[in-house]
């Protein structure tokens, strides 16, 4: 599969999702890099704004396993993992996989389960394996967690901590629509659209998981020189660096930079990184990882607008 081959099927990848999901171009654009990068997403917004949609979407297009986990309360680690059970019939001992043996994991509301059962994604987000009673089992290729959280309910809710934010490759913001995509998608649903039938609505898949899987090695491929490596380099160091955070990048967002660029510039048909490639992937990657000073949160400045002082800090290469 050939850069431009690739930029192709993304391109196709994003005709077919705008069937069903309309006005998140943005947010669609960084799940397919993070599918394509091996990278997992933490989606951020209020409820009813399309993101188990897309989650839905993407693992339609690409033929991918999905399953969905409500997280809840009382949810207990061995209800994502699984536990093994003894077969009288046997004498032995057999695992009952749970939900997280699949390709594309949705967590719905992530950030409701207890730290206990939060902490039981760790190791699958990093490894892609887990361990049950000392047996290690391997997940299947790709594994992709897609994570949501309501940025405005607090009650009864557990703040991801700092070790499990790392491991997401992006965080990403889903707002609104604007009132001309409200619009159309009310205009679907009068005529008769249904988000839980994606078939009827004639989303075709444009590849395979294996496919996926296969194209990362021609994204492994993309060339990064020297100048571009020096520029994420520095944007690192300035953000541990800078007097709005207490907390800078930490080193595996660097090298979430670096993939994720690589990802974008083949999506694009580029077999090269440049600059904005660098741009556009430090905020989805830096927002959830980064720390601010208190006094910087009273000034009414939010993680985005700090990322945007420390890019314009960094001289860009030519």
Do not use: C, W
Not at 61 to 67: G, N, P, S
Not at 182 to 199: C, P, V
Not at 246 to 261: E, P
Request: glycine residues 6%.
């Amino acid at each position: 599969m050939e850069p431009n081959v690739l930029q192709k099927v993304y391109r196709r990848l994003r005709e077919e999702a705008n069937k069903v999901v309309v006005g998140l171009d943005g947010p669609f654009e960084l799940l397919v890099v993070a599918l394509f990068t091996g990278g997992h997403v933490l989606l951020e917004g209020v409820p009813g704004t399309a993101k188990t949609l897309m989650a839905k979407t993407l693992a339609h297009l690409v033929q991918a396993q999905f399953t969905r986990i409500q997280f809840t309360p009382d949810l207990m680690p061995s209800d994502v993992l699984g536990t093994t059970v003894f077969d009288i019939a046997t004498s032995s001992f057999n695992l009952r996989k749970g939900p997280i043996f699949t390709q594309i994991l949705l967590g719905d509301e992530i950030n409701r389960a207890p730290a206990k059962t939060q902490s039981a994604l760790l190791e699958a987000m990093e490894e892609r394996q887990v361990n049950l009673d000392g047996v290690r089992h391997e997940l299947a290729r790709p594994f992709m967690v897609i994570a949501t959280q309501n940025p405005i309910e607090y009650e009864g809710t557990y703040p991801l901590p700092e070790a499990q934010l790392d491991r997401f490759l992006f965080k990403v913001v889903v707002s609104y629509s604007p009132m001309a995509d409200e619009l159309e998608i009310l205009r679907r649903y009068h005529h008769g659209f249904d988000a839980h039938n994606l078939a009827a609505a004639n989303l075709q898949p444009i590849l395979t998981a294996q496919q996926v899987v296969e194209a990362r090695q021609l994204i492994n491929q993309v060339v990064v020189e020297e100048g571009i490596l020096n520029y994420i380099g520095q944007i690192v160091a300035a953000s541990r660096q800078s007097p709005d955070l207490i907390l800078g990048a930490s080193t595996r967002a660097a090298t979430h930079v670096l993939l994720a660029a690589k990802t974008l510039a083949a999506l694009q048909g580029r077999n090269f990184v440049v600059p904005d490639d660098i741009k556009f992937v430090v905020t989805p990657i830096f927002r959830h990882r980064l720390i601010l000073k208190p006094e910087v949160e009273i000034e009414g400045l939010d993680a985005d607008a700090v990322i945007q002082r420390i890019l314009g800090q960094v001289a860009v290469p030519r």
